[in-house]
Antibody, heavy 115, light 105 residues
């Protein structure tokens, strides 16, 4: 079955970096784009952007340029989200979601930024 | 970028019908998608391309779209349908609606 499995929770200090992984299985990885979605504590879903898994070309939503980088390792069917210069307001659950339809979703990765 | 607006909350008695609206200027030209998110869980797709239901989603979930408004309908709501619901639209970029908390009591 199609499945997206994300890496575990992270606790980071302000200014540090974090890299979240999303490993796909059950389908041809390069046949579907990968979306990234943020959910801050008690808040709604926020679309961060997507990456073309064929070309590696990323598209970032407004507010997610500069410190946010999407990347791939197609040899292991994995997408990555890297966030640099972490701030307290980056504390959130980060999800990956497959394709235009955004389904299925990974289980989410909690990133906590605290000194 | 554009916005999708939903009512913050909808309450319904078990067995009754719940309707959740999603309003956005781009909806006449774009499909709407709906996701259910239960507490502490990842979202699950319940309707795609305005009105199509993925396999495994109960028939009580249906969707429609007209003009600038899309609607998710839960016919005969069950206690287990209590969750947050989000609409979503995309072409080259995506946007989620503001979210609606559905209470079944």
């Amino acid at each position: 079955q199609v499945q997206l499995v994300q890496s575990g929770s992270e606790l980071k200090k302000p200014g540090a970096s974090v890299k979240v992984s999303c490993k796909a299985s059950g389908y041809t990885f390069t046949s579907y784009a990968m979306n990234w979605v943020r959910q801050a504590p008690g808040q709604g879903l926020e679309w961060m952007g997507w990456i073309n898994t064929n070309t590696g070309n990323p598209t970032y939503a407004q507010g997610f340029t500069g410190r946010f980088v999407f990347s791939l390792d197609t040899s292991v069917s994995t997408a990555y989200l890297q966030i640099s210069s972490l701030k307290a307001e980056d504390t959130a659950v980060y999800y990956c979601a497959r394709g235009r339809v955004a389904a299925p979703w990974g289980q989410g990765t909690t990133v906590t930024v605290s000194s | 970028s554009y916005e999708l607006t939903q009512p913050p909350s909808v309450s319904v008695s078990p067995g009754q019908t719940a309707r959740i609206t999603c309003s956005g200027d781009a909806l006449p030209k774009k499909y709407a998608y709906w996701y259910q998110q239960k507490s502490g869980q990842a979202p699950v797709l319940v309707i795609y391309e305005d009105s199509k239901r993925p396999s495994g989603i109960p028939e009580r979930f249906s969707g429609s779209s007209s003009g600038t408004m899309a609607t998710l309908t839960i016919s005969g709501a069950q206690v287990e349908d209590e969750a947050d619901y989000y609409c979503y639209s995309t072409d080259s970029s995506g946007v989620f609606g503001t979210g609606t908390k559905v209470t079944v009591l």
